[in-house]
């Protein structure tokens, strides 16, 4: 079974500045993706950014990109120029090959104008 | 593309009764689905993984007999909450992927969800 730790409940951060959110995991599975998604007040679920575990470049999503640390078990969020539309729950989630995704207890990340 | 929808948004029921909630793939054919339970301010927690003609794989916890999971075709699974009580209200979401968008098989592993339906017994 897959774990992850988001050990930020809340995070903020002033419009236009960068803000980071981390997230740890841990999984016995050596192939695996690594997702980072948004849900909004509506709640709808949004994907920000994936990144492949076999892939050491960190993905990038325009402002969105990711410091995947593989041997650590560490992929953290980074926001750049952040937007009041940033303002969301973010929860980190890894997915196995069976398809399991496991999400973390989230970061409210507030913006402020 | 791979849009996901819930239907309802929204229902209210009395203690006692039954409320299913229906899941739909609109654009794509979904291999497997998923069924997730939030309450407020938490995380998504999995209660079930189906796949198209087979019977649903319930997480630990989750009771089969209480949350009825039927993944009739490749664009429908319905989730029947049976006798439902008020500590059954939570919002529940639904969620598909499949190996045409590259899904299990073609490494995509992704999730598309849907808006959710928010239950309330009363």
């Known amino acids: 079974a897959q774990t992850v730790t988001q050990s930020q409940p809340e995070m903020s951060v002033q419009e236009a500045e960068t803000v980071t959110l981390s997230c740890t995991y841990d999984?016995?599975?050596?192939?695996?993706?690594l997702f980072w998604y948004k849900q909004p007040p509506s709640r709808q679920m949004i994907l920000v950014i994936r990144?492949?575990?076999?892939?050491?470049q960190n993905a990038t999503e325009n402002r969105f990109s990711v410091n995947f640390q593989k041997a650590a078990k560490s992929f953290s969020l980074k926001i750049s120029d952040s937007q009041l539309g940033d303002a969301a729950m973010y929860f980190c989630?890894?997915?196995?090959?069976?398809?399991?995704?496991?999400f973390g207890a989230g970061t409210r990340l507030t913006v402020k104008p | 593309g791979a849009v996901v929808s819930q239907h309802p948004s929204w229902v209210i029921c009395k203690s006692g009764t039954s409320v299913k909630i229906e899941c739909r793939s609109l654009?794509?054919?979904?291999?497997?689905m998923f069924w997730y339970r939030q309450f407020p301010k938490q995380s998504l927690m999995l209660m079930a993984t189906?796949?198209?003609?087979?019977?649903?794989?319930?997480e630990q916890g989750v009771e089969k007999d209480k949350f009825l999971i039927n993944h009739a075709s490749l664009t429908l699974s319905t989730l029947t909450v049976t006798s439902a009580h008020p500590e059954d209200s939570s919002f529940y979401i639904c969620?598909?992927?499949?190996?045409?968008?590259?899904?299990?098989?073609?490494?995509?592993?992704?999730?598309?969800f849907g808006p959710g339906t928010r239950l309330t017994v009363t």
């Open positions: 969620s598909a992927s499949s190996v045409s968008l590259g899904g299990l098989a073609g490494g995509n592993y992704e999730q598309y």
């Open positions: 654009d794509f054919q979904a291999t497997t």
């Open positions: 189906s796949n198209e003609g087979s019977k649903a794989t319930y």
């Open positions: 999984t016995s599975e050596s192939d695996y993706y």
């Open positions: 989630a890894p997915a196995n090959y069976n398809n399991d995704m496991r």
């Open positions: 990144q492949e575990a076999y892939k050491q």
